[in-house]
T-cell receptor, first 114, second 116 residues
Framework: DGGITQSPKYLFRKEGQNVTLSCEQN?????MYWYRQDPGQGLRLIYY???????QKGDIAEGYSVSREKKESFPLTVTSAQKNPTAFYLC?????????????FGPGTRLTVL | AQSVTQLDSHVSVSEGTPVLLRCNYS??????LFWYVQHPNKGLQLLLKYTSAATLVKGINGFEAEFKKSETSFHLTKPSAHMSDAAEYFCVVSAQFKAAGNKLTFGGGTRVLVKP
């Protein structure tokens, strides 16, 4: 898991509520990423940020929002517009140049909608 | 465009026997290729990485992978399986153009079962 922390480890949400997942890294990485993992589907990219105050949509951004006010932090908000939010959420960070383009992952947050 | 296919969704081996996890990829650019391992309810841990240096890449925990451009393959092997190798393994390819922000494309995963 390296220097990436995610909290909480488990999160329960009622339908109609927004929730925010925390991701912090102390690896001095420029880029940060949010992925969603569902059983049997691998990982899908939700949002990514290559630099502070900038972020781009990934493949499944609908119903999610992010901010990148600090280099170390990239919180993800799961809004009530996300129709099926129950999943395992993974945050990653990395650098952009070819020689060091490895992404390092946090331990994950399991979100369950009740 | 790029894609990754892991040819086996499940692999079962006996402890002490070799492990082979198969991965084929397609990429319009010179790819970086990775293998990650995920234990239940944990994040992904990097096993090894290929970036156009040596085609045989050695990783952690006795794993290695061979990049074969002619076959567009990056299979993962280990000579002798250990009980702690039971996990899910992901083959991953990275886009090499900076505009993509090093987006990763994941294979569907291979779940490894190790029998005593």
């Amino acid at each position: 898991d390296g220097g990436i922390t995610q909290s909480p480890k488990y999160l329960f949400r009622k339908e109609g509520q927004n929730v925010t997942l925390s991701c912090e890294q102390n690896l001095n990485h420029d880029a940060m990423y949010w992925y969603r993992q569902d059983p049997g589907q691998g990982l899908r990219l939700i949002y990514y940020s290559q630099i502070v105050n900038d972020f781009q949509k990934g493949d499944i951004a609908e119903g999610y929002s992010v901010s990148r006010e600090k280099k170390e932090s990239f919180p993800l908000t799961v809004t009530s517009a996300q129709k099926n939010p129950t999943a395992f959420y993974l945050c990653a960070s990395g650098n952009r140049d070819r020689e060091t383009d490895t992404q390092y992952f946090g331990p994950g947050t399991r979100l369950t909608v009740l | 465009a790029q894609s990754v296919t892991q040819l086996d969704s499940h692999v079962s081996v006996s402890e002490g026997t070799p492990v082979l996890l198969r991965c084929n990829y397609s990429s319009s650019y010179s790819p970086s290729l990775f293998w990650y391992v995920q234990h239940p309810n944990k994040g992904l841990q990097l096993l090894l990485k290929y970036t156009s240096a040596a085609t045989l890449v050695k990783g952690i925990n006795g794993f290695e992978a061979e990049f074969k451009k002619s076959e567009t393959s990056f299979h993962l092997t280990k000579p002798s399986a250990h009980m702690s190798d039971a996990a899910e393994y992901f083959c991953v390819v990275s886009a090499q153009f900076k505009a993509a922000g090093n987006k990763l494309t994941f294979g569907g995963g291979t779940r490894v079962l190790v029998k005593p």
